[in-house]
């Protein structure tokens, strides 16, 4: 745990309106919920902040009280970057180093205002003033939980803080599946119920809306384009830029997808490439010792978790799918 916190909700209460919550590119359930679950705490705190993100995200998380008060970066740079210049202090959440928030990243390091960075991913930059991270903890969610708990006033949380905090240990835990998942997680959520949070109702808005398009696309992923390679220890599935047409796919629509290859007997790493045009994105999970965070930075420029991680690559599909096939025999110690 790296926590060299100063501030105090006092200091915060002094900063009202000057305020600023940001997250990744193309942030997930655990960047909004975090985001948005700090919102509604100083919200509560009498202390007003906004949550400015790079870019949009996925339709189910627009559920999320609070939503209708993001600012997209990149639908309104001057207004956001005049936000940011006017900042006290900047919330750093669900990320590392400023590239994670492309151009955004250069108007917050210029910024005057003191920079928090809360996260749970490996090797952070040094771009903060002050950090509270722990590298492996389910969430960054459960870190503003605790952040809260540790340095400012329980008191001020409310069911809307709830469901924003429970969002996020759910998507990065794959609904406590995975081995990130501790004690301390589920006591979290405990809290969180006390608070009024209900779990199916928020599960049923995250997991069961889906558009009959998305399935049809997952469909055909698993029936078509999934491959078992390396004697059943790893699935490789891919979408081509018809593929993504087609089925007339969004922001978020294949969040998740990659998790289905380790749901097959044998398979330890699954991972999925998508094209995206001039950049080829890739997920890859695993379960057991396959360190998919060190797998993506030695060979698709990429990071993240031991058994959560993202690539890419500029090479084209077919070429990065024959990568795939090749540096993949470097790691079968781990498979």
Known sequence: MQDTIQHNLEDLIQASGRIIITSHFKPDGDAMGSSLGLYHYLKSAGIESKVIVPSDYADFLHWMPGNNKVLIYEEDEIQCNIEIAHADFIFCLDFNALHRINVMGEHVEASSARCILIDHHQD?????????IEIGASSTCELIYRYITTHLDQSYMNKHV???IYTGLITDTGSF???????STLRIAADLMDLGVVP??????????NKLSRLQLLGHLLSTNLEIIEKG???L???????IERFDSITGDTEGFVNYGLGIAGVKMSALII????IVKMSFRSSGEFPCNIFSAENFSGGGHKNAAGGISHD????????????????????
């Open 200 to 209: 199916d109702a928020i599960y049923q808005v995250l997991f069961d809306q």
């Open 177 to 183: 599946r995975f081995a990130s998942t501790s004690s």
């Open 275 to 278: 094209d995206r045009g001039p």
């Open 237 to 243: 599935g891919y979408l081509t830029i018809d593929d």
């Open 233 to 235: 220890k790893v699935a």
């Open 316 to 335: 084209g599909l077919d070429d990065t799918l024959k990568k795939f096939k090749e540096v993949i025999k470097n790691y079968r110690d781990y498979l």
């Open 162 to 164: 709830g469901e924003c």
């Open 124 to 132: 952070p930059h040094d771009f903060d003033d002050e950090r509270f």
